[in-house]
């Protein structure tokens, strides 16, 4: 069976593809630039990948780029959208490659009869609707961020992922394809890839003394084996269907820090919150969808170690 894997160098992506040559897929994977070696070498190097994968070039801001890698594929994994936050163009450089990037990638599952496509939305997607976040409420799949919202706070990615989501929802609806999404919080979890992105930044950047201070905010965390998974179960179990929130645990900055604090006793880290507020308050996210999908979380605590083990091998942290 062949699948596609869109932005197959991402850090999920990379995962992704690592699992699907596992199960014995034929992956056809895009990838910005199939020359550079710095975003395929770990791809042609896994188990399977010379038998079994194929990269090709595509852009999201290209209409038709991803006619050619969906061509005779049973199911579309698209997982490609810009995610950084130092962005000085945000329509340009996030809000327009998520939406049309996803527009795009649905026009060549319509133009090739695709079965079900599974698309990695995220958290972001979700949680911003200006309800009130406290320890008691619990967030699901019900719950949808509001544009308006993520345009108030200038939350540029949040709104890229909320209105790249909208997006694929009403192309499902206008053109009889089978979408699933998957809604994960911050990913984290070994690197499979040898540049940093964004969500493993977030680690390395409490352990590198380039803050003294932490953020006063709230995430939720998932282990990206997990996250991996996830998509391949959305694929294959005929009864998945709807959005997937993905989310171990919700946690403060300062309580994250208590964890790394407990693993790694010798790092220096911030201890002081980057503001006098009260602390934000953290929030449950429902987890019944995930595990209908067979699955259990890997704990906060063993995600961090594999993220800091992974980071030190790779000499992002040479202390
Ligand atoms: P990465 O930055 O590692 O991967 C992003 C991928 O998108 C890269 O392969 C990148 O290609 C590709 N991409 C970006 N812009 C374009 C473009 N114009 N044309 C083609 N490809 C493009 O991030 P993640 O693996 O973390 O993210 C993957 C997906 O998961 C994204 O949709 C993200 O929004 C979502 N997500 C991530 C979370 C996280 O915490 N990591 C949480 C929730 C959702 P290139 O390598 O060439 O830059």
Request: hydrophobic share 40%.
């Amino acid at each position: 069976k062949a699948v596609c894997v869109t932005g197959a160098s991402g850090f999920i992506a990379s995962w992704l593809v690592k699992l699907l040559l596992q199960r014995g897929y034929t992956v056809r994977a895009s990838v910005r630039d199939p020359a550079d070696p710095k975003k395929t070498q770990h791809l042609r190097a896994l188990e399977g990948a010379t038998e079994r994968l194929i990269l090709f070039k595509a852009n999201l801001l290209e209409g038709g780029s991803f006619d050619a890698v969906v061509e005779g594929c049973d199911g579309v994994f698209h997982t490609a959208s810009p995610f950084y936050h130092a962005v000085t163009n945000p329509q340009a450089e996030l809000i327009e490659p998520a939406v049309k990037g996803t527009l795009n990638v649905l026009a060549s599952c319509k133009k090739w009869s695709v079965k079900k496509v599974v698309v990695t939305s995220s958290m972001a997607a979700v949680a911003y609707n200006g309800k009130p976040r406290t320890p008691d409420v619990v967030v699901d799949e019900t719950w949808f961020s509001s544009p308006e919202v993520c345009e108030q706070q200038k939350q540029w990615y949040v709104l890229s992922k909320t209105l790249a989501e909208e997006a694929a929802w009403k192309f499902s609806k206008e053109n009889g394809i089978d979408i699933v999404t998957i809604n994960p919080a911050m990913v984290i979890g070994p690197l499979l890839q040898s540049t940093l992105n964004t969500s493993s930044a977030a680690i390395l950047n409490l352990i590198n003394g380039s803050s003294s201070t932490f953020p006063n905010a709230a995430f939720g965390w998932v282990n990206v084996k997990d996250v991996a998974k996830a998509h391949i179960l959305a694929f294959e179990l005929p009864s998945a269907s709807g959005r997937y929130c993905l989310v171990e645990r919700i946690v403060h900055y300062s309580e994250l820090l208590k964890i790394v604090h407990e693993l790694y006793p010798a790092f220096q880290l911030p201890d002081k919150c980057a503001d006098d507020k009260p602390f934000v308050p953290v929030y449950q996210v429902c987890k019944e969808k995930f595990k209908s999908l067979g699955l259990d979380y890997i704990p906060l605590e063993t995600s961090i170690k594999e993220t800091i083990e992974c980071l030190k091998e790779k000499n992002f942290i040479s202390f």
